[in-house]
């Protein structure tokens, strides 16, 4: 089992920064991508972006541009930097873990969610 702590949550002014971490409870070696997802009130969870093992990212159109994952292996942890942060932001985000193992195939881990609040 893999288990995701976030961190970082909380108010920021809108045009802010934040970063937010994922911990993870083994080596992020041995996951095969890290991603962030956000969930708004009354809307469906939607992903941010992801970052592969090899460090390659990818992100949502809704957030390229502004938004930076990064992977530090050394510390098991996935980061989230936002930037230029408006209140379409707010929302809960959730870290993402998928492993893969041969027998298993891909399994996918979720964190309890961080709140991030954009105040004007």
């Known amino acids: 089992q893999v288990q995701l702590v976030e961190s970082g949550g909380g108010l920021v002014q809108a045009g802010g920064s934040l970063r937010l971490s994922c911990a993870a409870s083994?080596?992020?070696?041995?996951?095969?991508?890290m991603g962030w997802y956000r969930q708004a009130p009354g809307k469906q969870r939607e992903l941010v972006g992801f970052?592969?093992?090899?460090?390659?990212?990818n992100y949502a159109d809704s957030v390229n541009g502004r938004f930076t994952i990064s992977r530090d292996n050394a510390k098991d942890t996935a980061y989230l930097q936002m930037r230029s942060l408006n209140p379409e932001a707010q929302a809960v985000y959730y870290c993402?873990?998928?492993?893969?193992?041969?027998?298993?195939?891909?399994?996918?881990?979720w964190g309890q969610g961080t709140q991030v609040t954009v105040s004007s």
């Open positions: 083994v080596s992020t070696f041995n996951i095969n991508r």
């Open positions: 970052i592969s093992k090899g460090g390659i990212t």
């Open positions: 993402n873990a998928r492993t893969y193992d041969r027998g298993r195939g891909y399994t996918n881990y």
